[in-house]
């Protein structure tokens, strides 16, 4: 048996580009069209209240951050403050997020490379997403951290072209003054409802923000550096995602579109061309690719933390490989669900997914005021407005937002989470126990096979 750990190795650099990878910047072009379709034309209203709402959940992730510096995010955070069974269950519905979305994400790259080489069968591109971006998480975090760092430059950059080109092109037919508009914002014919409606449907743009909470136990000063990574991801893509939003409504005002599905392509086109056509779409292919390995390298953490507590097999989840110190065996156990994705589509894979992140984001913002409570009768003084004033404003939020899913995905997440249930049954006998944990307040080092 050999002792390795998790080594410390990321700043903060390399956790905001780890998280704006686990985002996709560029997924405000993928889903332009519907927003803009929603909001009559207000797409940036609808991501300009969809930051401000995140905002709140961020800052609960970063209080429980800087108290708890350790790997598991939702899950460490429920289970330390509140209860082990609950955070067992809020870990079991966060899995959706965090196992499946990998699986969307790969699905969506292949289904662009198939639209555009049809003789290439779908299977051989998920194959191929999974194999790549398995074997960069396998080798280590700092080899995948270089790798998002190349293809986060190539989307940011294309991301600006995009921005410059749309601007330039409006410039060109108004004049500069048509630069300066209140239509993204107001739309042509939006209503609150609508703009209610579109801001729910871009906050799923942000999910993955509270990624960068799974490396904890690979960054250096995590008490310090990970709130700030939290905020900034948040930050930064908000404003990537309403500054171009802003863009492609002056180029298009309004939200009737031949295909809202494919709006920004039909833009991309008419301000670039067919040159920029193509470099906009090889943009979305890697987009998907650097958000495949982000996605995949959190879920294996996620994994990694609960096999470690022992709530699943510890000598599989919880072990690290003693060459290349990651955890292996959680990484390939999402590479085999992402194998699911040759068989499913797009919007019935993705409906797993935001039931799991709701309520690991509400069960954040409830351990927060939780963790407040327990400090101020402990005679510790805490800051009432980020304890305790913006966690509550987080859970009225995102319920808001959990009630607009559609009835099968509440339908799939409640199954999932019946299935968490019958398992913590039994491993509690009953509920009558806490599930199995590791003391992970100060953990330097775990135990695996050599």
Do not use: C
């Not at 510890?314 to 003693?322: C, D, E, Q, S, V």
């Not at 894979?349 to 351990?367: H, K, L, Q, Y």
């Amino acid at each position: 048996m050999t002792d390795v750990s998790l080594k410390r190795t990321l700043r903060l650099p390399s956790l905001v580009i780890f998280g704006l990878a686990y985002l996709t910047p560029l997924i405000v072009l993928g889903i332009f069209g519907v927003i803009a379709s929603e909001t009559g034309g207000a797409s940036a209203s609808a991501y300009l209240i969809a930051l401000v709402a995140m905002l709140f959940t961020a800052n609960s992730y970063g209080r429980m951050a800087r108290a708890y510096p350790v790997a598991g995010s939702a899950y460490t955070y429920v289970r330390r403050t509140i209860d082990g069974r609950i955070g067992f269950l809020v870990g079991w519905a966060t899995m959706l997020d965090y196992l499946f979305l990998p699986m969307v994400i790969w699905l969506i790259g292949g289904s662009y490379l198939q639209a555009q080489f049809p003789g290439v069968p779908m299977p051989v591109w998920i194959l191929g997403f999974i194999v790549i971006t398995t074997i960069l998480n396998v080798i280590g975090i700092k080899v995948a951290d270089r790798t998002n760092l190349v293809l986060m430059s190539f989307q940011i950059l294309v991301i600006v072209f995009f921005v410059a080109l749309a601007l330039a092109n409006v410039a060109s037919t108004d004049g500069a003054g048509g630069l300066i508009s209140s239509a993204p914002f107001v739309g042509t014919d939006a209503g609150l409802a609508g703009i209610a409606g579109g801001a729910a449907i871009a906050a799923y743009s942000f999910l993955g923000f509270d990624a960068v909470t799974t490396l904890t136990e690979e960054t250096i000063d995590p008490k310090r550096t990970v709130p700030k990574a939290i905020m900034l991801v948040a930050l930064i893509g908000g404003g990537i995602f309403v500054v171009v939003a802003y863009a492609g409504q002056l180029v298009h005002p309004g939200g009737t579109f031949d295909n809202a599905d494919t709006a920004a392509f039909e833009i991309a086109h008419r301000i670039g061309g067919a040159f920029f056509g193509a470099v906009f779409l090889a943009a979305l292919v890697i987009a998907q690719f650097t958000s495949g390995i982000a996605a995949q390298a959190a879920g294996s953490r996620l994994l990694y933390a609960m096999g470690r507590d022992g709530v699943l097999p510890k000598r599989i989840f919880g072990a690290l490989n003693a060459r290349f110190q990651t955890p292996v065996f959680s990484l390939l156990a999402i590479a085999v669900v992402g194998l699911i994705a040759m068989v499913m589509d797009v919007a019935t894979s993705t409906s797993f997914i935001n039931f799991g992140a709701f309520i690991a984001f509400i069960m954040v913002n409830v351990s927060v005021i939780v963790y407040w409570a327990r400090q101020r009768r402990a005679g510790n003084r805490l800051n009432v407005f980020l304890y305790l004033v913006a966690p509550i404003v987080g859970v009225i939020v995102i319920v808001i937002l959990l009630t607009q899913l559609d009835i099968h995905a509440i339908t799939l997440g409640l199954i999932w989470l019946g299935v968490g249930i019958v398992i913590l049954a039994v491993t509690t006998r009953g509920f009558r126990k806490q599930p199995p944990e590791l003391a992970v307040d100060d953990v330097e080092s775990v135990e695996v096979g050599a």
